[in-house]
């Protein structure tokens, strides 16, 4: 079973493979093996689902501090990390030593380059809207796993109003995950990493972490 529903091969006799297909997908998407019971001709049957789940892939557009702390943060948590700019000062090994990849290309580009797919978690970190805007545009329209964009919450209240303007969905809106990271309160580059991360991992494996879209608080993120 792949992400995308396909089924190569056939499961054991009597065992229908839509009965199979949702679980395997809900595995797929927790990233966790797990054992069920499903109803075959001649009775239940236990099941095994083993899931073997891609490398999450941390795709950071904007060379900023963030990123810088993003890149440290998330090595550990096992992500392969990428991180593009249009900027050729912000993109450098010296800033960026541990990063896996860096693109200096504008959105367009580098997300044809990378290959937007489910394993992808984009972070929109420039703060220049001649960047920001066309990224988050693909990135929204992209399975991209979680979409989320540094900014004040006056800054995403005026974000959806311009992506609604340029056609996007209210499901596509949704995904965008702004202000970005969760609500810890934190302030300097590395907590604010931090934050991301936490949110990043709440969305991977279906955690409850409540977003900060719409609540009260600090501006910021």
């Given at each position: 079973?792949?992400?995308?529903?396909?089924?190569?091969?056939?499961?054991?006799?009597?065992?229908?493979?839509e009965?199979?297909?949702?679980?395997?997908?809900a595995?797929?998407?927790?990233e966790?093996?797990?054992?069920?019971?499903v109803?075959?001709e001649?009775?239940?049957v236990?099941?095994?689902l083993?899931?073997?789940?891609?490398?999450?892939?941390l795709?950071?557009?904007?060379?900023?501090?963030v990123a810088?702390?993003?890149?440290?943060?998330?090595?550990?948590?096992?992500?392969?990390?990428?991180?593009?700019?249009?900027?050729?000062?912000f993109?450098?090994?010296e800033?960026f030593?541990?990063?896996?990849?860096?693109?200096?290309?504008?959105?367009?580009?580098?997300?044809?380059?990378?290959?937007?797919?489910s394993?992808c978690y984009?972070?929109?970190?420039s703060?220049?809207p001649?960047?920001?805007?066309?990224?988050?545009?693909l990135?929204?329209?992209?399975?991209?796993?979680?979409?989320?964009?540094?900014?004040?919450?006056?800054?995403?209240?005026?974000?959806?109003?311009?992506l609604?303007?340029?056609?996007?969905?209210?499901?596509q809106?949704h995904?965008?995950?702004?202000?970005?990271?969760l609500?810890?309160?934190?302030r300097q580059?590395?907590?604010?990493?931090?934050?991301?991360l936490?949110e990043?991992?709440?969305?991977?494996?279906g955690?409850?972490?409540?977003?900060?879209?719409g609540?009260?608080?600090?501006?910021?993120?």
């Amino acid at each position: 079973m792949f992400e995308d529903g396909r089924i190569e091969g056939m499961p054991p006799d009597g065992l229908p493979p839509e009965a199979l297909r949702e679980a395997a997908l809900a595995a797929l998407r927790r990233e966790r093996s797990t054992t069920l019971e499903v109803q075959a001709e001649g009775g239940p049957v236990s099941v095994f689902l083993e899931v073997f789940p891609r490398e999450p892939r941390l795709v950071m557009f904007g060379g900023v501090h963030v990123a810088v702390e993003l890149v440290r943060l998330a090595k550990p948590l096992g992500y392969r990390t990428i991180v593009a700019d249009g900027r050729e000062a912000f993109l450098t090994r010296e800033r960026f030593p541990t990063a896996d990849e860096l693109i200096l290309a504008w959105p367009e580009e580098a997300f044809q380059r990378i290959v937007l797919d489910s394993s992808c978690y984009v972070c929109i970190l420039s703060h220049d809207p001649k960047f920001d805007e066309p990224a988050l545009k693909l990135a929204l329209r992209s399975p991209a796993a979680y979409v989320g964009a540094i900014g004040s919450r006056k800054t995403q209240a005026e974000r959806r109003e311009s992506l609604r303007a340029e056609g996007l969905t209210p499901e596509q809106i949704h995904r965008l995950h702004g202000p970005i990271g969760l609500d810890l309160g934190g302030r300097q580059p590395a907590e604010t990493a931090l934050a991301i991360l936490a949110e990043m991992t709440a969305v991977r494996y279906g955690g409850k972490a409540v977003r900060r879209e719409g609540r009260e608080g600090r501006e910021g993120r």
